[in-house]
């Protein structure tokens, strides 16, 4: 795993509440020349999320730039999608988006465990906020769970009082939900089923 320089460590005292309660954000957080950050973004001009070509984009970007420890980190995350890829059942198939996106999460939960190791004001703990920054910026937005209730409460209430009752109604909110959510949107997708479960049977 690479590890930042003493001086692109991170400056700002805002947090990234979504990740960790002590990560920075991004913005301040790597002091480099920043050649990497305009093809970092997670989005396409039409709103299509393509992480694999941003992390290449910003790859090349940084080795221009001689950003050697943006490069090592970016390598780092396209080794563990390669990895991911090649152990699982169809080796030759590439990774989904969604796939994608739960291998920078777990890149960023694991940096998150080794900076909690360390004192807030150990130069490794700093090092490790670092390199969540940057993975961050390839994420995609994160809705919080207000933001998901308020999307499958307004698609229940929108039900007729015959299909609340239905075997089908669950599959029929989620259909309606992946309609107007990405699914690298949502961390936890697995407690879905039961949020709408509940929210039927009021």
């Keep these: 795993?690479?590890?930042f320089r003493t001086s692109t460590l991170v400056r700002s005292t805002r947090t990234l509440a979504a990740l960790h309660p002590q990560i920075l954000t991004g913005a301040r957080a790597i002091q480099t020349s920043g050649a990497w950050r305009n093809a970092a973004s997670s989005?396409?001009?039409?709103?299509?999320?393509?992480?694999r070509g941003k992390l290449?984009?910003?790859?090349?970007?940084?080795?221009?730039?001689?950003?050697?420890?943006?490069v090592g980190c970016i390598r780092?995350?396209?080794?563990?999608?390669?990895y991911h890829e090649k152990s699982g059942a169809n080796p030759n198939e590439?990774?989904?988006?969604?796939?994608?996106?739960d291998v920078l999460r777990k890149a960023v939960d694991k940096r998150s465990?080794?900076?909690g190791s360390y004192p807030q004001d150990h130069p490794s703990h700093q090092q490790f906020l670092?390199?969540?920054?940057?993975?961050?910026?390839?994420?995609?937005r994160t809705l919080s769970m207000e933001q998901i209730t308020q999307i499958l409460e307004g698609i229940v209430a929108g039900l007729a009082g015959t299909d609340k009752s239905s075997k089908g109604a669950t599959g029929q909110v989620l259909k309606q939900f992946w309609e107007v959510v990405k699914k690298g949107?949502?961390?936890?997708?697995?407690?879905?089923?039961?949020?709408?479960?509940?929210?039927?049977?009021?």
């Design 113 to 115: 465990q080794a900076a």
């Design 43 to 51: 989005e396409t001009p039409n709103g299509q999320v393509d992480i």
């Design 185 to 202: 949107e949502v961390q936890d997708k697995k407690a879905l089923g039961k949020m709408i479960g509940e929210m039927l049977r009021k």
């Design 1 to 3: 795993m690479s590890i």
């Design 130 to 140: 670092s390199e969540i920054a940057l993975i961050s910026k390839f994420l995609p």
């Design 94 to 101: 590439p990774a989904s988006e969604d796939t994608i996106v």
């Design 76 to 82: 780092s995350l396209m080794t563990d999608i390669t």
């Design 56 to 70: 290449k984009e910003a790859l090349k970007a940084a080795m221009k730039g001689r950003e050697k420890d943006v």
